[in-house]
Each structure stands twice: as C-alpha cells, then as structure tokens.
C-alpha cells in the first residue's frame, strides 16, 4: 500500500522536468527535493518490506539524488550570478540524467520484486 507514495513523487519529478523547460529553476529545485522527500519517507515508514539488496539499491540512489540536488544548488547559485564555476550546470545536468536512469531502473527492480 506505501507504493502508492510512488505516484505523487512520479508526478512532482514530471512537473520538475516541465519547469526547468520553462527556465524556472528554482521551482525545479522545489519539486524535485518533494520527489526525493516523498520517496525517502516511503523508504523510512516500512524498511523491513525490503530485502537487504532491494534497501541497499534504494539508498545508493537517494545518495546520488541528494548529491545531485546539492549540484543542483550550486548551478542555481551560478545562474544567479553569485558563483564564479560555469561549469556547474552541465555537471549537475549529467548526474541529474545518471539519476533519473538509476531511479527508472530501481523502481522497476522494486515494482518486479517477488512478493513472498
């Protein structure tokens, strides 16, 4: 039944990806810390409905996506001109990719689980 927290986050992820087409990165940085919140608090409500490998592969990816919303930071800091590292945006685009594909591939390894 916590599965069901996947939908609200699969729909602020696909509102995060439609305001960052639109130039509002801020409200981006917004969605997507919901996404990974909503995420995180399905992991954290039932742990023991998860085998070892099934926590272990979650956690790597909300470590990715914490990193990557950190990233994230630090080009909005660029973009409004209170950072010097131009290279910011493009590094936080790539791992930002990286982690949308970890995350795909995770859910569908949850979401395939054998129920036991």
Same mark, same amino acid.
């Given at each position: 039944?916590?599965?069901?927290?996947?939908?609200?986050?699969?729909?602020?992820?696909?509102?995060?990806?439609?305001?960052?087409?639109? &130039?509002?990165?801020?409200? #981006?940085?917004? %969605?997507?810390?919901?996404?990974? @919140?909503?995420? =995180? +608090?399905?992991? $954290? !409500?039932?742990?023991? &409905?998860?085998?070892?490998? #099934?926590?272990? %592969?979650?956690?790597?990816?909300? @470590?990715?996506? =914490? +990193?990557?919303? $950190? !990233?994230?930071?630090?080009?909005?800091?660029?973009?409004?001109?209170?950072?010097?590292?131009?290279?910011?945006?493009?590094?936080?685009?790539?791992?930002?990719?990286?982690?949308?594909?970890?995350?795909?591939?995770?859910?569908?390894?949850?979401?395939?689980?054998?129920?036991?």
């Amino acid at each position: 039944m916590l599965d069901v927290l996947l939908i609200p986050a699969a729909l602020l992820l696909t509102l995060a990806l439609q305001a960052v087409r639109r &130039g509002e990165y801020r409200l #981006h940085g917004h %969605l997507m810390t919901g996404a990974f @919140t909503l995420i =995180g +608090l399905r992991l $954290l !409500l039932h742990p023991t &409905g998860l085998s070892p490998a #099934h926590r272990t %592969l979650w956690l790597i990816t909300l @470590t990715v996506a =914490g +990193l990557t919303i $950190l !990233l994230g930071r630090m080009a909005l800091a660029w973009r409004e001109a209170r950072s010097t590292h131009p290279s910011l945006p493009r590094i936080h685009r790539t791992i930002g990719k990286t982690t949308l594909v970890g995350l795909a591939l995770t859910t569908l390894v949850w979401l395939l689980r054998q129920r036991t």
